[in-house]
């Protein structure tokens, strides 16, 4: 599953008057450093309330998640999200008489009748029929999944004004002649 932010048409707008006051270049180059900046951020804050939100431990959050930058041709960002349901297993379950309980989506939950097989990696089950078998494993959320619910999405969609204030920030510092380093190059004269 991807995320992709692309232009709105405010920003598209926007990018035209300053190609013309800065010149097509240094445009692009406030742009994609606005997009970049902002959407390190956004992404920051996505990975924390995917952690928070689906009880997914941050390392795992991590590992499934990326951030690709934007560049002066592209100028667009790119957070991904990858991975399937994971098994309860990894939310700490535990086996009860009464089933197994689990702390899932910042809660604990019970699963009735079912039970842990640890030769099955401590996965849990859950009987299907009357009979011994079959028998069918449970699982939890997934990180792409919970990328587009509650807050995790509102953390990523909160860049968007933030974009257009920074790049307009940087326009201003570039045509006001002061050095800047943009970065991490070397100073321009004034």
């Known amino acids: 599953m991807r995320v992709r932010f692309l232009d709105a048409d405010d920003v598209k707008i926007r990018f035209e008057a300053a190609c013309v ?24 804050q996505l990975r924390r309330s995917l952690a ?45 008489t009464y089933g197994v309980r689990a702390k899932i989506w910042g809660r604990a939950q019970t699963f009735r009748s079912a039970f842990v097989v640890k030769r099955y990696g ?6 299907t029929g009357k009979a011994r ?12 999944v919970e990328m587009m619910r509650d807050e995790a999405f509102t953390a990523w969609e909160a ?16 045509m006001s002649g002061a050095p800047f380093r943009g970065g991490g190059g070397a100073a321009r004269p004034p």
């Open 133 to 144: 078998f079959p028998i069918e494993q449970l699982w939890g959320p997934s990180v792409p």
């Open 21 to 44: 006051r800065l010149g097509e270049g240094e445009a692009r180059r406030a742009f994609s450093m606005a997009l970049n900046k902002e959407g390190r951020k956004s992404f920051t």
């Open 159 to 174: 860049q968007h004004p933030r974009v257009l204030t920074e790049s307009a920030r940087l326009i201003a510092l570039m």
């Open 122 to 127: 401590g996965g849990v089950f859950k009987r």
């Open 52 to 96: 928070l939100q689906s009880s997914i431990p941050r390392g795992a959050v991590n590992a499934a998640t990326r951030f690709k930058s934007a560049t002066r041709a592209t100028l667009s960002t790119v957070t991904a999200g990858s991975g399937r349901h994971l098994p309860l297993s990894f939310f700490g379950a535990k086996q009860f």
